[in-house]
Nanobody, 114 residues
């Protein structure tokens, strides 16, 4: 059974930082491209960042230079380091595995106050 468990969210002031984690089970983690997505109130879920099995990273334009995605295959965990947070980053953050695209965790809430 595929499980994705996100953690690390919280309330932070604009300009602050948070590090999100997503622990995966039920998948061959090292063979999956892992991605982070977010859903702000009243909006659709959107792509944030991804990291391939080879470590290549991609980001949506709005987070480039502020967010860093990384992975630890031994721990089956993907991380999202978020710096210089902005109120527009407020959302529930989810991770996803490309070989199990229908599986989503409960997400972790990030709230950035101005």
């Amino acid at each position: 059974q595929v499980q994705l468990v996100e953690s690390g969210g919280g309330l932070v002031q604009a300009g602050g930082s948070l590090r999100l984690s997503c622990a995966a089970s039920g998948i061959i983690f090292r063979l999956n491209t892992m991605g982070w997505y977010r859903q702000a109130p009243g909006k659709q879920r959107e792509y944030v960042a991804a990291i391939t099995i080879g470590g290549t990273t991609t980001y949506t334009d709005s987070v480039k230079g502020r967010f860093t995605i990384s992975r630890d295959n031994a721990k089956k965990t993907v991380y999202l380091q978020m710096n210089n947070l902005e109120p527009e980053d407020t959302a529930v953050y989810y991770c996803n595995a490309n070989r199990a695209p229908d599986y989503w965790g409960k997400g972790t809430l990030v709230t950035v106050s101005s």
